[in-house]
T-cell receptor, first 112, second 113 residues
């Protein structure tokens, strides 16, 4: 039973356009959410996070939106660049907890 | 350079032959964790450690053991590997807890025949 779901296995976007990656969760206890990015043959790297007390967090070209009532979060990348091509993992947990649950990942391809 | 190192990077072994994957971090982090990555399943947490001598199960601990005798090291032990443990393994560390920024190692590709 996957508590964190990324229903789009892949996404293809033109350079300069917006990329929107989606994530749904089922456990209403989760109060902290993160996005990690992974390039081939490397470990994941942290991208951006959001606490459940917020509904938006922005860091440069990356913005994460949280809709608690829908148990849904999304990552927006504007503008998308070819170097953004990677696998993006959504993760959720308790802010002061010990475990982290990841989604299956979405492969983003940004075409130049 | 701040980093998490794992060894070996690649390993092919046979069913039942005990193996250890080492993990070391140089950031003085309290929290360390092991994950496995499988197609369609993403990253799943195997074990984590909050501090020296403090370890606990993640979501998929069966068939694995860990130890945390020193702050910097967190080895993953497969006492009797089976083919269903063929996977890509990542070690990670963070300052205090799972939701702090986790720094991941480069991964260990394990094949159990």
């Amino acid at each position: 039973d996957q508590q964190v779901k990324q229903n789009s296995p892949s996404l293809s976007v033109q350079e300069g356009r917006i990329s929107i990656l989606n994530c749904d969760y089922t456990n209403s206890m989760f109060d902290y959410f993160l996005w990690y990015k992974k390039y081939p043959a490397e470990g994941p790297t942290f991208l951006i996070s959001i606490s459940s007390i917020k509904d938006k967090n922005e860091d440069g070209r990356f913005t994460v939106f949280l809709n608690k009532s829908a148990k849904h979060l999304s990552l927006h990348i504007v503008p998308s660049q070819p170097g953004d091509s990677a696998v993006y993992f959504c993760a959720a947990g308790l802010e002061y907890g010990n475990k982290l649950v990841f989604g299956a990942g979405t492969i983003l391809r940004v075409k130049s | 350079e701040a980093q998490v190192t794992q060894n070996p990077r690649y390993l092919i072994t046979v069913t039942g032959k005990k193996l250890t994957v080492t993990c070391s971090q140089n950031m003085n982090h309290e929290y360390m964790s092991w994950y496995r990555q499988d197609p369609g399943l993403g990253l799943r947490q195997i074990y984590y450690s909050m501090n020296v001598e403090v370890t606990d199960k993640g979501d998929v601990p069966e068939g694995y053991k860990v130890s945390r005798k020193e702050k910097r090291n967190f080895p993953l032990i497969l006492e009797s590997p089976s083919p269903n443990q063929t996977s890509l393994y990542f070690c990670a560390s963070s300052r205090f807890r799972s939701t702090d920024t986790q720094y991941f190692g480069p991964g260990t590709r394990l094949t159990v025949l």
